[in-house]
């Protein structure tokens, strides 16, 4: 008995065998995919439109039935299992939400728990809870489908997937019809998630923005149904095996991989700042070229040149800021905090939102190249 | 009955407002509750056969074109020839006119039920198989509510015919509103005729009312409010939020 649970607990959550998958008669869709899916983990399936993402997914809880290899799921075969039971135990989550138009949102969250043979009114009860951990207001609960938005149908349809607290979540292409605005909180939330939850998360996009940003493991797909790499995400970025992959990448990955770069140690510059309440005393000046405009809490909003000190009279006056950079993250966003300054200083800030200085473009690229130095020595020595 | 005007629409107002009429065994209230009898014998019938068969191809996809090709063939069937076929084949009374009621129903209702599972969003049913549900439930908790607007529709029709040709039983058996129609035309009794003929209409009016009442309380509220809410001050409002604290601007 210990020995299968440790070896439940040591082998990857999933693994795909030798899976190829041709729709009748056509070029195979998924073309001998082997890999391993780590437990706990986000796994990432990028790639163009057609490369066979959606169908290496749907093989997992048997939406679609391989022509030849197999998929163990925590070392069983899937295809040995009943085709309900397996889907009950694994969240889905899709582009379209999927909701039931008839079912209320609550009831639409309670689905898999009623059918696992929870009492309504546990289920509802339980529904209500999601429904707060998706971030959605309470009374949302009562309304149908149809009267949401399409981020708040996305958000129930991952509270749906979580209520029956499956171990495996597969979502394919969940972000992609909403807006970019809400995207990117969707993204952030799923990461929030993800570190209480610990799910193992098959998540399937065309972006590999996306795939980079939430992915721990990144596998990307090539035309075919072939697997061309899968890997760290920063190594995606810093060391594409091939053309397909280098290209698919595409040209920013020198920028986005600096997202990967820990900014721990970019020197952070003391800041002049005035208080948004002084400004309209004229006897308040400035003694730098730019001076931080700061509210009571210390939050910034904008900047105050030296040259027109005058005509700044209140916060609308001053002049709009760019990007913030919060103390401790990544380079990128330490890079692009400098830039889209209109100071050329990049506003620092810590995790309440608080000035606590600001960082140089400059001293970032030093940092950059410091970084490449440190890598290429390590490449070196393990090359030795 | 005597009239006081040979004018046709006359005799019918004297011979609907004669109170002998309605009254009796004989009377159009008998007449009309016989007539609805048959119909919902009919009716009971005609669902027994086409509702499990058109859930079953609309479910599978199996036999679509069997189904469209037969729903063809039998509303070409002139429903007294099948009367009168029946009768002759198999036995008198007002079976053979019954099941060739029935024939007349299965069509709309048929077509109706095939085409409310084909209604329903496809991706909607993708995504209750991927979260687990089985075939039949599926068919009963997605199919069948998210179609029933549609289905039903198909059944009204088809109880609204059958309401109008159900007097086809009084060639068999005294029964029913086709009395009036029969009677009326053997002894040249153009009041009975017509009255008769405005009695069914009127049936007919109000058995589709009660059909539209119904279809309307059956249907979840969910499926009407089609109207695609705007993003609600809640979200945006979170998103400004998130947004601020993602890096917005100074
Ligand atoms: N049900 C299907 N029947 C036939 N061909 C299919 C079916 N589903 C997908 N395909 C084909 O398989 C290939 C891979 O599709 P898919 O897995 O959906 O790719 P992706 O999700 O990466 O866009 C495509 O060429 C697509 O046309
Ligand atoms: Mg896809």
Known sequence: MTSTEQASTTRPMIEFRDVTKTYDGGQPAVDSLTMDIERGKITVFVGPSGCGKTTSLRMINRMVEPTSGRILLDGQDVAEQKAAELRRSMGYVMQSSGLMPHRTVLDNIATVPRLNGVARSTARARAKELLDVVGLAPELGRRYPGQLSGGQQQRVGVARALAADPPVLLMDEPFSAVDPVVRAELQSELIRLQRDLAKTIVFVTHDIDEATILGDRVAVFAVGGRLAQFADPEEILRAPVDDFVAGFVGRDRGFRHLSFQEGEDVTIHPIETIETGRLADPSVTVNSPWTLLVDAEGRPHGWVPEATRESVTSQADAVPGGSLYTRGDSLRRALDASLSSPSGLGVTVDDDGRVVGVVRAAEVFELIEAGRLDRGRANYNTAV | ?250
């Open chain 2, 1 to 250: 009955m005597d009239y006081s005007s040979s004018n046709l629409f006359v005799q019918m107002g004297e011979w609907l407002s004669d109170p002998e009429n309605w009254s009796g065994s004989r009377g159009i209230p008998m007449r009309i509750a016989e007539h609805l009898g048959y119909v919902g014998l009919t009716m009971l019938l005609a669902l027994a056969i086409a509702v499990p068969l058109g859930l079953y191809v609309g479910h599978t996809g199996k036999g679509r074109v069997l189904i469209v090709s037969g729903v063809g063939i039998l509303r070409a069937l002139p429903t007294l020839g099948m009367v009168f076929l029946f009768a002759l084949l198999f036995s008198r009374g007002v079976l053979p006119a019954v099941w060739a009621l029935v024939l007349l129903a299965v069509p709309p209702v048929l077509s109706g039920i095939y085409a409310g599972v084909s209604s329903v969003n496809r991706t909607v049913v993708d995504a209750a198989r991927s979260m687990g549900l089985t075939e039949w439930q599926i068919l009963t908790r997605v199919e069948l509510p998210n179609g029933l607007q549609v289905m039903l529709g198909g059944v009204r029709a088809g109880v609204l015919q059958v309401v109008a040709t159900a007097t086809v039983v009084a060639y068999a058996k005294a029964d029913g509103l086709g009395v009036f129609l029969v009677e009326g035309t053997q002894i040249n009794d153009n009041g009975r005729l017509f009255g008769g003929a405005v009695v069914i209409a009127a049936v007919a009016i109000a058995v589709d009312g009660v059909m539209a009442l119904l279809q309307r309380f059956a249907i979840s509220p969910g499926l009407r409010t089609t109207r695609p809410v705007a993003r609600s001050q809640q979200e945006s409002g979170r998103q400004e939020a998130v947004a601020s604290a993602q890096g917005g601007t100074t």
